[in-house]
């Protein structure tokens, strides 16, 4: 992986049609999409050099230096550096899972990935990048995680507290606790079986199912 200097994190997007936003701010050097996260090695962003990650060399430093939270959302390679993101403190959010090593950026994917983290000690949540795997499987890809060697404590809070901390909602939402917002899934059984169903639904502690 190349470095560059890094003169600036924020970037001003070519159009909102992706995001919804005018600037993004982002460690690589974004693709045409103005992605949040995109390291720009798949083909089809027609970019020069597509397959060589040029990553901005102090871009932790910036991102400290005016007090912003950092965060790796998919991670695919993070097991690679598992002891230096926990020392750095830096939150990874892996996934999707269900796909297969189809471009550069994938080359290293593994299941064992979020176990891999969790273990070193970094704070790890799971996402299923919604619709590329639809978010009625993220109960799934925890599952996977969990198989693949993960704590099936850790992977439920993958889901759910570790999630809601990393968007900055721990406060609130993530965990049964006391003052924290009552929505609330009951399931006949453990939430990763396949067979398991929702029994209850409470929203604001109001029962909607």
């Not at 693709?31 to 090695?41: F, M, V």
């Not at 993070?78 to 189809?102: N, Y």
């Amino acid at each position: 992986m190349e470095t560059i200097p890094a003169k600036h994190l924020l970037h001003r997007n070519r159009d909102t049609q992706w995001f919804g936003t005018d600037h993004t701010m982002n460690i690589y050097r974004g693709c045409c999409h103005g992605c949040l996260y995109c390291d720009s090695r798949s083909d089809c962003y027609r970019i020069e050099g597509f397959d060589t990650v040029r990553a901005k060399a102090d871009a932790l430093r910036i991102i400290r230096e005016f007090g912003l939270d950092g965060v790796i959302v998919h991670g695919t390679e993070g097991h690679l550096i598992a002891d230096f993101l926990a020392k750095e403190g830096i939150p990874v959010i892996t996934g999707p899972f269900l796909t297969d090593r189809s471009k550069p950026e994938l080359a290293n994917l593994t299941l064992e990935n979020t176990a891999i983290l969790a273990r070193a000690g970094v704070q790890t949540a799971i996402c299923t990048d919604h619709p590329e795997t639809p978010i009625a499987l993220l109960p799934f890809c925890a599952a996977m995680a969990a198989r693949a060697g993960m704590d099936e404590e850790e992977a439920l809070a993958a889901i759910t507290v570790n999630a809601a901390c990393i968007c900055g909602a721990g406060d609130r939402l993530g965990s049964l606790s006391p003052g924290k917002d009552a929505d609330i899934v009951v399931m006949d059984g453990h939430p990763f079986h396949w067979n398991s169903k929702v029994a209850h639904v409470l929203i604001d502690g109001q029962e909607v199912i």
